[in-house]
């Protein structure tokens, strides 16, 4: 009896180590799981703070070269005051000859080269100041061979510089005149009743302005 009662209480003691180990194995492993599954949350963190500074960065530099372009304008205007302002200019040529003009009968030069702001009407050959300012204006204008002309720069209708040609060939008069304009000002050129009714077209005779700078 007694070495029955030996074995069997070594057969409880073997059971009771061997489920305690298999406890353990079992803990192991839910440990070992646990683990995978807390670097696999990890790597998909540090995944998304990867992409998180990636797009900070872009974000960053996006912002700096935005820095940078405003230093860059902010200096240009600093240098060049005007820079940036209204930007008034026209260029416009006769592109056929006119023939029996009238007295004060504008010049239409229907022909646009340059017409920045479009403030100059080949409709009319009118040129109307957007804004009040100073401006420059310039006219040069063809007679036909053996013909005398007599032209003249008006503002609002009244007579501030003229142009005269005469030749037994053709001939150019030409003038120029800065203005103080207020907006609504117009400029044009017109001829006059003394001299010639005919102007030579062709390119050859044109009307150019533009603003020097604001008042």
């Known amino acids: ?24 194995i079992l803990d192991m492993q839910k440990m070992f799981q646990t683990l995978e599954a807390q670097q696999d949350a990890i790597s998909q963190l540090t995944n998304q703070v990867l992409q998180l500074k990636g797009e ?17 304008n902010k200096r240009l205007l ?15 040529k006769l592109s ?23 403030h100059y009407s080949a409709n009319t050959g ?11 204006f310039f006219a040069s204008i063809m007679s036909h061979t053996n013909e005398k002309l007599e032209t003249e720069i008006v503002k609002n209708g ?8 005469y030749d037994n060939v053709h001939e150019q008069g030409s003038n120029s005149v800065v203005l103080q304009l207020n907006t609504g000002d117009e400029v044009w ?8 009714t005919k102007v030579y077209g062709n390119g050859w005779s044109t009307f150019s302005g533009f603003k020097i700078s604001d008042d």
């Open 158 to 165: 009244v007579r501030e510089v003229t142009m005269y040609s």
């Open 56 to 72: 900070l960065q872009s974000k960053m530099d996006e912002t700096s070269e935005r820095l940078r372009e405003c230093s860059r």
């Open 189 to 196: 050129v017109r001829h006059l009743s003394m001299y010639g």
């Open 1 to 24: 009896m007694g070495i029955i009662y030996i074995s069997l209480s070594l057969f409880v003691c073997s059971a009771l180590i061997s489920m305690s180990c298999c406890s353990e």
């Open 78 to 92: 600093l240098e060049n005051p005007y820079e940036g302002a209204l930007k008034v200019g026209f260029t416009a």
């Open 126 to 136: 009118v040129f109307t100041a957007p804004i009040n300012a100073t401006y420059y």
């Open 96 to 118: 056929n000859h006119m023939l029996n003009l009238g007295n004060n009968q504008a010049i239409l030069f229907d022909t646009i080269v340059t017409n920045i702001g479009h």
